[in-house]
């Protein structure tokens, strides 16, 4: 099946500071990604709709200027979280839609940890 | 967007079946039916989906009801890697929402 890494896997940042995480499609061309954020115990949330080449579509309470999601080319889409706060700490998912919009594969996972 | 509605919790033993009942009364005609699982810290892993036909594949089984309001996730013998949390979700042009999903105890 298609291939989605994120990176890092995992990070640690100082309170106020931002931090960029990656998400790549790696054999295929993804232009619809999505973002997800996961709190422990809890199901996964979406925050956005990341579109190639256009401006995110943030969910309902996703503040898009603390997020900022750019998805410059077919395989790469960025979340990157500004001035971090330690309630942002949380397991960020990103997946990708395939080209026949069927089927969406999702990366690993970034833990982020803001202390 | 449409919802499911799944057990919180569900146990088997090993090298038996397990069927993971999911309801979805709200959905709409192009809604597909999606599964996925996943392990502690890490990213949901796709399981198996349909539309309106049962499907097979090597990891599982997808019954789907005739009128499409509720599916079933059959995992035909199960083993301990088998464990995690599975997730019903309605897929419509890859936005879904994620349900509670259901925590699948495997026991030895």
């Known amino acids: 099946g298609a291939v989605v890494s994120q990176h890092p896997s995992w990070v640690i940042c100082k309170s106020g500071t931002s931090v960029k995480i990656e998400c790549r499609s790696l054999?295929?061309?993804?232009?619809?990604m999505f973002w997800y954020r996961q709190f422990p115990k809890q199901s996964l949330m979406l925050m956005a709709t990341?579109?190639?080449?256009?401006?995110?579509?943030?969910e309902q309470g996703v503040e898009k200027d603390k997020f900022l999601i750019n998805h410059a080319s077919l395989t790469l889409s960025t979340l990157t979280v500004t001035s971090a706060h330690p309630e942002d700490s949380s397991f960020y998912i990103c997946?990708?839609?395939?080209?026949?919009?069927?089927?969406?594969?999702f990366g690993q996972g970034t833990r982020l940890t803001v202390v | 967007d449409a919802k499911t509605t799944q057990p919180n919790s569900m146990e088997s033993n090993e090298e038996e079946p397990v069927h993971l009942p999911c309801n979805h009364s709200t959905i709409s005609g192009t809604d597909y039916i999606h599964w996925y699982r996943q392990l502690p810290s890490q990213g949901p892993e796709y399981v198996i989906h349909g539309l309106t036909s049962n499907v097979n594949n090597r990891m599982a089984s997808l019954a789907i009801a005739e009128d499409r309001k509720s599916s079933t996730l059959i995992l035909h013998r199960a083993t301990l890697r088998d464990a995690a949390v599975y997730y019903c979700i309605l897929f419509n042009a890859g936005k879904s929402t994620f349900g509670d999903g259901t925590t699948l105890t495997v026991k030895p």
């Open positions: 054999d295929f061309q993804a232009t619809t």
């Open positions: 997946s990708a839609l395939d080209t026949m919009n069927t089927e969406a594969f």
């Open positions: 990341s579109n190639e080449g256009s401006k995110a579509t943030y």
